[in-house]
C-alpha cells in the first residue's frame, strides 16, 4: 500500500517503539542518578545554592544567556531542516532518478513523499522543543532577577526561590535534550530511504550510542570520582 512493504511497516513500528523507550529509560525513576542528563540536576540545584549566596550574580545570567544561545541556534537549525525537507518534497523526480542507481533501493513516489514527510515532522517536533526550551531559559532569566539578596540566602522563601529555579532551569534542559533526541532519531530515520531494514539497523546503533552516552563509562568517569 503505498509503496510500503510490511518490512517498512516493520520498521517504523520499531522505530516509534525505540523513540518512545528511549525517552521512557532516560526521563522515568530508574534514570535517578544513573543517566548523565538526571545527575546534572543535582548540579543545577547546587548551581542556584551558590548562586543565593554571591552579590554579584552577574555570571549566574551569563551562564543562562549561553544556554538559552545554544538553545536558539538549535532552534534555527531545525527551522532550516524543516526548509530543506520541504524543498526535497520538490525535488522528488530528481532525487529518485539519483536512488534508481544505488544498490538496495527500491524507490517509489508516494512512500518518497510520505517518508519526506515525516522526516519534516521530526524537524517541526525538534523546533518546538527548542522553542520551548529557549521559553524556559527566558523564564529561568527572569527568576534570577527576582532572587532575594544574600543576606537572606538562609530564609526559607530565599531557599524556595532557589528551588523554583533549578526546578525551572532542570525542565529548561530537558526540553532541549527532547529536541537533540529528534535530531538524533532523525539521523536514523534516514536510512528508511534505502528500505526497512537499514531503518531498523540505524535505530538500533542510535539507540545504543545514545544510550551507552547517558549511563556508559565516558558518563560514570565523568562523575563517579567526587
Do not use: C
Amino acid at each position: 500500500m503505498l509503496g510500503f512493504t510490511y518490512v517498512d511497516a516493520t520498521a517504523f513500528a520499531a522505530f516509534v517503539a525505540a523513540w518512545v523507550a528511549y525517552h521512557l529509560l532516560m526521563e522515568g525513576g530508574w534514570a535517578e542518578g544513573r543517566t548523565l542528563n538526571r545527575r546534572m540536576d543535582k548540579y543545577r540545584h547546587e548551581w542556584m545554592q551558590r548562586m543565593l549566596a554571591r552579590e554579584n550574580r552577574i555570571v549566574d545570567a551569563q551562564i543562562v544567556a549561553a544556554l538559552q544561545n545554544g538553545t536558539a541556534f538549535f532552534a534555527s537549525t531545525s527551522l532550516l531542516a524543516i526548509g530543506a525537507s520541504l524543498a526535497i518534497l520538490q525535488s522528488t523526480d530528481a532525487v529518485m532518478a539519483i536512488f534508481l542507481d544505488l544498490p538496495f533501493v527500491e524507490p517509489n513516489r508516494s512512500s518518497w513523499e510520505l517518508k519526506t514527510l515525516g522526516l519534516t515532522l521530526i524537524f517541526a517536533n525538534a523546533f518546538f522543543k527548542f522553542a520551548w526550551a529557549y521559553r524556559l531559559f527566558n523564564y529561568t532569566t527572569i527568576l534570577l532577577g527576582s532572587t532575594p539578596p544574600p543576606d537572606e540566602a538562609t530564609t526559607p522563601r530565599a531557599q524556595a526561590h532557589a528551588v523554583k529555579l533549578a526546578r525551572m532551569a532542570t525542565l529548561a534542559g530537558r526540553h532541549f535534550n527532547r529536541g537533540q533526541r529528534a535530531f538524533f532519531f532523525a539521523i536514523a530515520y534516514l536510512g528508511w530511504y534505502i528500505n526497512g531494514w537499514a531503518l531498523m539497523a540505524a535505530t538500533l546503533a542510535i539507540f545504543f550510542v545514545m544510550t551507552n552516552r547517558q549511563v556508559g563509562s565516558d558518563s560514570r568517569w565523568l562523575l563517579d570520582d567526587e
